[in-house]
């Protein structure tokens, strides 16, 4: 079943539901993937990690997912990883480097 055009408003909520604490961002070292569970489902990226660096190679999240702000919940939950780590982000595919241009409070994380 298909989701409702997104409001602001229901956008907002979606987002704030989606970065509450119960829903964080893991590292799946040995599938080198950055991992999400939102409604029982994964929202992912996949990277690799080269000494302090970590390149972003593709982002996905299931289609039921698709504009609801899951993706975008991810990165930022990656860029809070990144600062914590101490780690420089390289963006490689095209959502990832959409989503850093749209978000310039993380350009310092750029490598």
């Not at 799946?28 to 996949?46: P, S, T, W």
């Not at 595919?93 to 310092?108: I, N």
Request: aromatic residues 6%; hydrophobic residues 40%; charged residues 25%.
């Amino acid at each position: 079943m298909a989701r409702a055009p997104l409001t602001r408003r229901r956008a907002r909520r979606e987002m704030a539901r989606m970065t509450s604490p119960t829903n964080t961002v893991t590292e799946n070292a040995a599938g080198e993937r950055y991992e999400l569970a939102v409604d029982g489902q994964i929202v992912f990226a996949r990277y690799r990690r080269d000494g302090a660096t970590v390149a972003i190679r593709h982002v996905e999240a299931p289609p039921a997912l698709r504009g609801t702000g899951a993706a975008s919940a991810l990165m930022d939950g990656i860029m809070a990883i990144a600062r914590r780590d101490g780690l420089r982000v390289t963006p490689l595919c095209s959502y990832a480097v959409w989503w850093l241009e749209r978000h310039p409070e993380h350009r310092d994380l750029l490598a």
